[in-house]
């Protein structure tokens, strides 16, 4: 069966620190990959979208690397501060479903002073 | 500022009632979604429509219907015959590089 994997475990880190998500994916060919930020009571938020002949994307002080071979994402903020804490969401958007995206169920990260 | 308008944003339905979310977007997008979004979950497609007078089924389309009249409206309906409506409903719009969100309606059976 498909599957879309993150943490499941909130991740905390400190303030000016790097975080680093993770989302596995298996049975799928995605056409490409997208990280959301997702704050609760809030819709999803689109970050970076990362082709599948593309190795990494940069935004500012956000990272993502895909890898089809290993099929894996991650997703990386550095210099992290309190306000990048909230819910960040892998989704694979398949070419042959209307481009609908399938989600991850998110990690959780929170960002302490 | 163009994006997405859900509403109502609270919405409480008595069992065996039939609900319907708006949706609205003034994006110029052809595609449009609805998310359905549980507790600890991710999101789950509900139906999808791609162009005016065309729509198709998501992975939980049961329960639920559609219409797309008009490019900017793609209102759903809950049914009574969808046993646990209860959740976040999101819907979104594409233009093939990143969707855009509404900002949710909760939906709550009493």
């Known amino acids: 069966s498909q599957k879309i994997e993150q943490n499941s475990e909130a991740l905390n880190i400190q303030e000016g620190k790097t975080a680093t998500l993770t989302c596995n994916y298996t049975?799928?060919?995605?056409?490409?990959l997208q990280w959301y930020r997702q704050d609760p009571g809030r819709g999803p938020v689109f970050l970076l979208l990362i082709r599948e002949n593309e190795k990494e994307k940069r935004k500012e002080r956000l990272k993502v690397t895909f890898d089809t071979t290993l099929k894996q994402s991650l997703f990386h903020i550095t210099a992290s501060q309190p306000a990048d804490s909230a819910t960040y969401l892998c989704?694979?958007?398949?070419?042959?479903?209307?481009?609908?995206?399938?989600f991850g169920k998110g990690t959780s990260l929170l960002v302490t002073p | 500022d163009g994006g997405i308008t859900q509403s109502p944003k609270y919405l409480f339905r008595k069992e065996g009632q039939n609900v319907t979310l708006s949706c609205e977007q003034n994006?110029?997008?052809?595609?449009m979604y609805w998310y359905r979004q549980d507790p600890g979950q991710g999101l789950r497609l509900i139906y999808y429509s791609q162009i005016v007078n065309d729509f198709q089924k998501g992975d939980i389309a049961e329960g639920y219907s559609v219409s797309r009249e008009k490019k900017e409206s793609f209102p759903l309906t809950v049914t009574s015959a969808q046993k646990n409506p209860t959740a976040f409903y999101l819907c979104?719009?594409?233009?093939?590089?990143?969707?855009?969100f509404g900002s949710g309606t909760r939906l709550t059976v009493v």
């Open positions: 049975n799928y060919s995605p056409a490409y």
């Open positions: 994006l110029n997008h052809d595609a």
């Open positions: 979104a719009s594409n233009d093939r590089v990143g969707y855009t």
């Open positions: 989704a694979l958007v398949l070419s042959n479903s209307g481009y609908a995206l399938n």
